[in-house]
């Protein structure tokens, strides 16, 4: 799996940039096919922001939301992607 951190109007440290991609990493334990992460953190005048997209075949889930602090937006948007994740690997197993 490919994992991608971005900053946008902010130049966020070594250590907030890992723990995005350990919070993408800890993804594959609900589908280990994913093939592209890419993670959007955005420093905005409400607060901020961490975005997730994540690429697997055949499709993308996104999730991202917006809180004081990049911790929490990282936390918060990495479970909203997960619960996509696992609604998508629900739903296949039924078949």
Do not use: W
């Not at 922001?49 to 996104?62: L, M, Q, R, V």
């Not at 990495?78 to 078949?95: F, H, I, M, P």
């Amino acid at each position: 799996m490919k994992i991608e951190v971005t900053s946008r109007h902010h130049d966020y440290s070594r250590r907030i940039r890992n723990y995005a991609e350990e919070k993408v990493e800890n993804l594959e334990k609900y589908y280990d096919r994913i093939i592209h992460a890419h993670v959007v953190l955005d420093k905005r005048s409400e607060g901020e922001e961490a975005e997730f997209d994540i690429h697997i075949p055949g499709k993308n889930f996104i999730a991202k939301d917006l809180t004081d602090d990049i911790t929490k937006s990282i936390d918060s948007a990495s479970k909203k992607v997960a619960r996509q994740l696992k609604t998508y690997v629900e739903k296949r197993n039924e078949r």
